[in-house]
């Protein structure tokens, strides 16, 4: 069994490769502030697009997660990140054997009946083969690329280059614990150990949920830099944005309880939003929803979940002063009342449909892509002025993944009581509660601990 290793010729080849395209946006910029030049952040942001782009790796991966935080960066800044494609090109079949063997060992392929030479799907970190067992069960095979521990940890020190150009940039919010968290995740997503642990904990989790399928793990053929897996057949969800208003309905209520329910039962999300990751399976019963890729799930603290269902109650009922305690409870520190509303114009946003008891849309007359965007605009301009504020850690991947759901329900065309499914979900909350079935199924599933938590 392989046991890729963060390495010291793996960092430094990494920043030899990083170093010169970065190094250069850097200092275009840097150059530009000394000389009492303007920048053009339009074409700056295309000029660093072009380098991440051409990189590949975590730090284009990193990339495209401070893209999909709302004002995080400037806008020309996302507008161009977001275009950073999540499949890359795959690595050829002399690659593909040459790792299956490092993890398999040389006879690797006697233990398939059949393993496809051409990659089924590749992205920043790896990419997935499928497979026949002997016993005729089709598989999928995720592959991690070589020396990605090094290039992570090169490519998070020049996450620290990123934050600071936007710091200089702009003030309104501190990046510190939002570059932490982004940190801490992305190292967790090399752990396919994890990863596998993963995907016995939303087995378990979702066990309720027939139409909610997660991949069983193949132990056997699994090792931490290879986890084999049973194949999902499905078709991708925008297959279905022209399917009658009853299925698009059914699809949008499975992914709102597959993401809903283990956040306010056991306190965690599937974090990362991308839409590769959601297929949807036709059978005799109707419509299922496969959940794909568990890298990318974030663990909250039971405080945190019970501080989520506070303010939904707070904003609803009106009750100031537990609106307040609620940010607080999240770890947000030295509120102003003009801080206060600038993040109430946010929750006002992520919560106005779960408080609104009738059957609507996510948001009237906005495109995926301009989801949330005016909101954020408004809070960015008065953090500007009032801030900054430091939001706490919890919120990188809470906020992503609520944008990226909000997104494929507006893709779907969805029309729901959102109210009424998330009273559902939080019925009798109890945060004690919480922190026991929390406890009781990580334990099961074999969850590590978090990374920041060790």
């Known amino acids: 069994m392989a046991k890729d290793r963060n390495n010291l010729g793996g960092r430094v ?8 395209g970065m190094s250069g946006v850097a200092a275009r910029y840097m150059g530009g502030k000394l000389l009492g030049k303007e920048l053009d952040k339009g074409a700056h942001a295309k000029e660093l697009r072009a380098a991440l782009g051409n990189l590949k790796g975590p730090l284009m991966k990193v990339a495209q997660m401070l893209a999909t935080i709302p004002e995080f960066v400037p806008e020309e800044y996302a507008d161009e990140l977001r275009q950073l494609q999540a499949n890359a090109p795959a690595m050829g079949w002399s690659f593909v054997r040459r790792r299956m063997g490092a993890e398999l060992g040389k006879e690797w392929s006697s233990r398939f009946e059949r393993f496809d030479r051409e ?5 920043s970190l790896g990419q997935v083969h499928k497979a026949i067992s002997h016993d005729g069960q089709p598989l999928a095979c995720k592959l991690q690329y070589p020396d990605m521990q090094s290039a992570v940890e090169a490519d998070l020190k020049q996450l620290g280059l990123l934050i600071s150009l936007y710091q200089r940039m702009d003030s309104a919010i501190d990046p510190d614990e939002l570059a932490d968290e982004i940190a801490s995740r992305l190292r967790e997503e090399l752990d396919y150990e994890r990863e596998a642990a993963h995907m016995a904990l939303y087995q378990s989790m979702l066990a309720h949920e027939p139409k909610i399928r997660v991949p069983q793990l193949v132990g056997d053929l699994s090792t931490p830099q290879l986890l084999t897996m049973d194949w999902l057949e499905g078709r991708p969800i925008l297959d279905f944005t022209d399917a009658s208003q009853e299925v698009r309905n059914d699809l949008a209520r499975l992914l709102f309880a597959a993401w809903w329910y283990p956040f306010s039962q056991y306190g965690v999300i599937h974090g990362d939003p991308h839409l590769g990751n959601y297929t949807v399976s036709e059978g005799g019963d109707g419509y299922g929803l496969n959940l794909l890729d568990f890298g990318c799930v974030r663990i909250f ?32 520190e030295n509120l102003s009342t003009e801080i206060i509303e600038a993040l109430n114009i946010w929750a006002g946003f992520i919560y106005g449909p779960l408080m609104d008891d009738r059957v609507r849309s996510i948001a009237d007359g906005i495109s995926p892509g301009a989801y949330g965007r005016k909101e954020a605009f408004e809070v960015h301009k ?16 809470m906020d992503r993944a609520a ?26 909350f109890d945060v004690t509660e919480l922190e026991k079935r929390q406890k009781s199924a990580l334990e099961r599933a074999g969850v590590p601990p978090r990374i920041d938590e060790i």
């Open 13 to 20: 080849k990494r920043y030899a490769r990083v170093g010169g």
């Open 119 to 123: 990659a089924a799907a590749a992205a």
């Open 301 to 332: 603290p039971p405080q945190f979940v019970a501080g989520v269902v506070a303010l939904y109650r707070g904003l609803k009922t009106g009750d100031e002063a537990a609106v307040v305690a609620a940010y607080e409870s999240w770890g947000f």
């Open 382 to 397: 008065r953090l500007k002025e009032h801030g900054p504020v430091r939001p706490p850690r919890e919120f990188v991947f």
């Open 403 to 428: 944008i990226g759901l909000g997104a494929v329900f507006l893709h779907l065309g969805a029309e729901l009581n959102f109210n009424d499914m998330f009273e559902a979900a939080i019925d009798g």
